[in-house]
């Protein structure tokens, strides 16, 4: 019987490799893989992606030195260049590769996208489009353009990334109803883009804990998570936790975690972002008309966290 699994497929640790002219990794991340993942076990996650720049992080615990079934380790990269100047940074999470891969500048931000996004797959990994309002390097139109991704971060627990968009800039979210409104299929998930473990945790640091999926897999073993990714049999989060929840053709009909005296609104969306249906409480439904395109649920907390359901697609 399946279950559901918490995880992270964002996350970088200090042993990162070239990036943006460091050659000794990322200069923001203040933790070594082992104290990262740490972190991760003693929060409950199932499994873990280090995703450091340019960089395929493997743990290698001696003999009988790893007690611990959990996290379960996902090899991982972040696939990191810039193009255009420096101007446009593009970064991709390789979600299972069987080997590091080298980032592929090919000019123009879209034929960049598509190279590397081929590169993962040769690779044997699943591809992830991460934080494309980071320096405001592109947004739905160039990622429309691109085939092959499975993946697209919905939202980024990194203060940098500018998440939410304004002045004209759309939203993650929005980036990804209209990719999703342009017919092309791609599942969003929410990450930490974690770097530092030590000392403060406040909104301004890249703190960890902020955004992870839940697959729901026939076993925590690593083809189970990589198929749960790869066929959107997981939901997003950055708080809200859903129990029970079932989707397809027929419709979405999902149940949320009491926690507390918070209350809880179920936003049914559609093609171009439309509102289908509004719902208060623990429990919400949507049956399709038919004719909406693609369906799908954004479920908030008056704490501000979310969750995010994968979208159903209506021929």
Known sequence: MASWYRGNIHTHSNAGGPRIGYPNGDPAADSDPFTVTRWYRTHGYDFLVLTDHNHRTLLEYAAGQRRFRKPLMIPGEEVSLRVHNGTKAVHLGAIGISRLVEPIDAVDVVP???????????????????????????????????????????????????????????????????????GLPIWGVATDDSHQFKGEFS???????????????????????????????????????????????????????????????TRFVGKDGVTLKVVFGLEAEYQPRGDEGYFRATVTCTNGGSAWTQPVFLS
Request: aromatic share 8%; no cysteine; net charge negative.
């Open 203 to 265: 909104p301004a640091r890249i703190n960890p804990g902020r955004g992870w999926v839940m697959v729901r897999a026939d076993g925590l073993d690593q083809d189970s998570i990589m198929d749960g990714l790869q066929s959107g049999q997981f939901y997003a989060s950055t708080g809200v936790t859903l129990p029970e929840l079932e989707q397809g053709p027929e419709g979405i009909k999902l149940r949320i975690a009491e926690d507390g005296d918070f209350m809880y609104t």
């Open 112 to 182: 960049t996208l598509q190279a590397n996004v081929d590169a993962i797959i040769e690779a044997g990994g699943i591809a992830a489009i991460n934080h494309p309002n980071f320096s405001w390097a592109f947004d739905h139109v160039e990622i429309s353009q691109v085939r092959g991704a499975h993946l697209l971060e919905i939202y980024n627990g990194h203060p940098q990334v500018n998440v939410y968009g304004a002045g004209g800039k759309p939203s993650y979210e929005e980036i990804w109803d209209k990719v999703l409104s342009s």
